[in-house]
């Protein structure tokens, strides 16, 4: 079933009955005001894992922040339910434009962008450790070998490079329709250590193209490159320390034919790295996205 691609943040919509309590807070980081808000399931496991959903870029004025993406419209919050995980849904930094502005992710090459820095790394890495710390210390007592990050458009470029920067405290990712770079290509550090990822790609997104293409990541600024899904694919079997991959991806700038899907697993089967090239999709969310993902969560920790 094709899906129309359309504007970085529009997903698939997902109707859930929540259960649990949604709550939002804001806090300091790198003097800039962060929000980032908090589902607990009915029944949290003792030692729960977490996941933490970043949202795609969002057309919104500063002041409606995309809250409830990772609940209302991706249905996070019923996968939480069922299966007893801590949910944790940051909301990325306000860049101002005309008629409104966006909220988007400090990914690789989108700096530039932003009126501060607003290092997104490391304020997502804290919320993750903060929610590590014992019940008495007001954490959740989250399992560190099992803390998990997926996103979305600009939210998926964030997960690669959460899961590049912070591989220390990630054990697996899931980065959907989001090239691990946009613009000249930089020279990445590789992870800590070996990181567990599951990449979802549309082969008709023309907003960031399978193949590569161009970008446009703010209004009235030019378009930039964007690099092709091998590109993500070769980095990251070089990083997690697997042969390198002998099935391309991409053939003369063309999605190859008959090549949907890519596995490989280090020697010790402690690590995988996986790829699904969604059939016809465009630059869009599907709802069967978050049950593969979690799956794959769910037997990829440390």
Same mark, same amino acid.
């Given at each position: ?113 932003? $009126?501060?820095? %607003?290092?997104? @790394? ?6 993750? *450790? ?5 019940? =008495?210390? +007001? ?46 290509? $930089?020279?990445? %550090?590789?992870? @800590? ?6 990449? *979802? ?5 023309? =907003?960031? +193209? ?46 190859? $034919? ?21 059939? +016809? ?22």
């Amino acid at each position: 079933m094709k899906r129309l691609a359309l504007v970085l943040c529009v997903l698939g919509s997902v109707a859930t009955a929540q259960k649990g309590k949604f709550t939002t807070y804001t806090t300091t980081w790198n003097n800039l005001t962060r929000i980032y808000s908090i589902y607990v399931p009915p029944v949290l496991q003792k030692n729960p894992a977490l996941v933490m959903v970043l949202h795609g870029a969002a057309l919104n004025a500063e002041s409606d922040p995309p809250l409830r993406v990772c609940t209302k419209t991706m249905g996070w919050d019923g996968l939480a339910d069922a299966n007893g995980f801590l949910l944790i849904c940051p909301v990325g930094s306000f860049i101002p434009g005309s008629p409104t502005g966006r909220f988007m992710w400090e990914s690789y090459g989108t700096a530039m962008y932003f $009126p501060a820095v %607003p290092d997104d @790394s490391g304020f997502l890495r804290s919320l993750i *450790l903060a929610t590590e710390k014992p019940l =008495t210390s +007001g954490g959740y007592a989250v399992d560190p070998e099992r803390v998990f990050v997926m996103g979305f458009s600009s939210g998926g470029m964030m997960t690669h490079r959460m899961c590049i920067e912070n591989a220390d405290v990630v054990a697996a990712c899931a980065p959907v329709s989001g090239s691990i770079y946009v613009g000249s290509a $930089p020279v990445l %550090p590789h992870p @800590s250590r070996p990181v567990s990822v599951f990449e *979802l790609r549309g082969d008709a997104d023309a =907003t960031l +193209g399978y193949c590569g293409g161009a970008y446009w990541p703010v209004p009235n600024d030019p378009k930039v490159p964007v690099p092709s899904v091998d590109v993500d694919m070769n980095y990251w079997f070089a990083a997690d320390r697997l042969p390198p991959n002998a099935t391309p991806l991409c053939t003369a700038g063309k999605p190859s $034919p008959n090549v949907f899907h890519l596995d490989s697993k280090s020697a010790d089967g402690l690590n995988e790295l996986q790829f699904a090239r969604e059939l +016809g999709y465009g630059h869009t969310y599907d709802a069967w996205t978050i049950s593969s993902t979690w799956e794959f969560f769910g037997t990829h920790g440390r």
